[in-house]
């Protein structure tokens, strides 16, 4: 089975902040593993910040951080 990222989404997971909380402003991909394995037990939120949150701990989970820091280096926000 061949799997294709769609790259808009990469794009804008790497480019999406946390919107509040502790680490709000922070890049989802900057958040640590164990507040987003909290949210894992406890449930994400709803909608595109837990999507995004999800794809995040399973991005860290299987050691692809650094796909979404070459994502977010080649391809600045203000070039999306």
Known sequence: MDVFPDGEKLRELAHYKMP???YKDSYLIDLPEPYL???KRNGFPKGKLGNL???TLEIKINGLEPLIRKVQ???P????
Do not use: V
């Open 73 to 75: 280096k080649d391809f």
């Open 37 to 39: 394995a909290w949210f």
């Open 77 to 80: 926000k203000d070039s999306l």
């Open 53 to 55: 949150l999800q794809a």
């Open 20 to 22: 509040f909380g502790k």
